[in-house]
């Protein structure tokens, strides 16, 4: 019996999927192609059929978790950017419960990468941007890039501190940060009218 045409393709993504959740939660160092496999349930000849190195597949487990959590936040925004904010800044996506992005679970690890990595998590903050951008249109620039700190920076103190009511003062706080922002921008749209 011959394989589907699109097997490749989903044995590719099950590879990926492991992969961004294992190094967003572990780290590229404490992520080993034998575990990583064994949670995609493939055996390790299967990686080398995909990826040539496990750094190559860092960049595209970067990628995939940003096109998927971009989908999330897409879907997210239809409410608005105060939705987006609320979704974002909660304390099931800091424990990886409901999300990973990869711009706040990678931001310690990613320092540590090669060039061409560290360009990849460029690239997708870059699309992060844009996309809050292409939200709010009315906001300058440097509204957004602060809302960008506000949300990635909270996430990343939210995971990194051990108690939970802390971590979701944070969160509270950054939300708060990113409605203030939000409500200074409609304040000068209105004045513009």
């Known amino acids: 019996m011959p394989w589907p045409t699109d097997q490749r393709d989903r044995t590719r993504s099950r590879i990926l999927e492991s992969a961004s959740r294992l190094f967003a939660d572990k780290g590229y160092e404490q992520v080993c192609i034998d575990d990583l496999m064994a949670d995609a349930g493939l055996t390790r000849g299967a990686f080398y059929s995909h990826f040539q190195t496990k750094a190559e597949l860092y960049a595209q487990a970067i990628r995939y978790a940003a096109?998927?959590?971009?989908?999330?936040?897409?879907?997210?925004?239809?409410?608005?950017?105060g939705a987006l904010v609320e979704g974002y800044l909660q304390r099931s996506h800091a424990t990886g419960e409901s999300m990973r992005c990869p711009l706040a679970f990678m931001a310690a690890d990613i320092t540590q990468r090669e060039p061409e990595i560290?360009?990849?998590?460029?690239?997708?903050?870059?699309?992060f941007i844009a996309r809050l951008q292409q939200a709010s249109p009315t906001s300058e620039r440097t509204q957004i890039l602060q809302m960008v700190v506000a949300l990635i920076g909270g996430l990343v103190l939210a995971?990194?501190?051990?108690?939970?009511?802390?971590?979701?003062?944070?969160?509270?706080?950054?939300r708060s940060d990113c409605h203030d922002l939000l409500a200074q921008q409609h304040s000068l749209s209105a004045n513009d009218v």
């Open 67 to 81: 096109s998927t959590g971009g989908a999330r936040l897409q879907e997210l925004g239809k409410g608005g950017v």
């Open 118 to 127: 560290r360009q990849v998590y460029s690239t997708a903050l870059q699309n």
């Open 159 to 174: 995971r990194a501190v051990e108690e939970p009511d802390l971590s979701e003062e944070i969160l509270a706080a950054c």
